[in-house]
């Protein structure tokens, strides 16, 4: 992928991102448009909370993301690496790497075998975090710095369109 077609991705992203009603619809499509362009077979927003301590994840796709529903847990494998360095962490053997933990593996029987995690900063905070899985068979399953580079612009369009956004749509009386 070259510098203009990513730029071409992150202007149609950055339109479906600024049509959103809600953040919590910001976050989703940017790992939606994330996994399809990445073509991954996982993806999930998390929420870091204000402590910094605590990840909640908010929405997922894949196989098993209704089995995750609403799980919380401390920093810790590759998605808390990212936060814990407020930097964009690419893994293509997630299984040897020292900072993977199985524990959601385990539980739910899906195999992370690469992922890409990038950490929303805000005035030198983090407020949550992306994270895709699985890369298809493009590029060998590796993630790219490319896909990096894109799942970052992704993030920050929704980080500020999160920002001016309810996080719901309070219902109608």
Same mark, same amino acid.
């Given at each position: 992928?070259?510098?203009?077609? @990513?730029? $071409?991705?992150?202007?149609? %992203?950055?339109?479906? @991102? ?5 953040? %919590?619809? %910001? ?22 909370? %204000? ?26 494998? @590759? ?6 360095? $407020? ?31 990038? +950490? ?39 980080? $500020?369109?999160? $920002?001016?956004? =309810?996080?719901?749509? +309070? +219902?109608? =009386?």
């Amino acid at each position: 992928m070259g510098d203009m077609e @990513i730029l $071409k991705l992150a202007a149609a %992203a950055a339109q479906k @991102i600024a049509a959103c009603r809600t953040s %919590a619809e %910001a976050w989703k499509t940017a790992v939606e448009f994330a996994g399809e362009h990445m073509k991954c077979e996982a993806g999930s927003y998390f929420s870091v909370d %204000a402590s910094g301590k605590l990840l909640t994840l908010e929405y997922a796709f894949g196989d098993f993301a209704s089995d995750l529903s609403r799980l919380s847990f401390s920093l810790q494998g @590759i998605v808390g690496h990212a936060v814990q360095h $407020k930097t964009a962490v690419t893994v293509n053997d997630a299984q040897s790497n020292h900072h993977f933990c199985a524990k959601v593996d385990s539980a739910t029987g899906f195999t992370t075998k690469t992922v890409l995690a990038v +950490p929303a900063v805000e005035n030198g905070a983090v407020c949550g975090v992306v994270e895709m899985m699985n890369r298809s068979f493009y590029n060998n399953g590796s993630f790219s710095e490319d896909d990096r580079d894109l799942l970052e612009m992704l993030v920050m369009f929704a980080l $500020k369109a999160a $920002k001016r956004l =309810p996080k719901e749509i +309070p +219902p109608q =009386p």
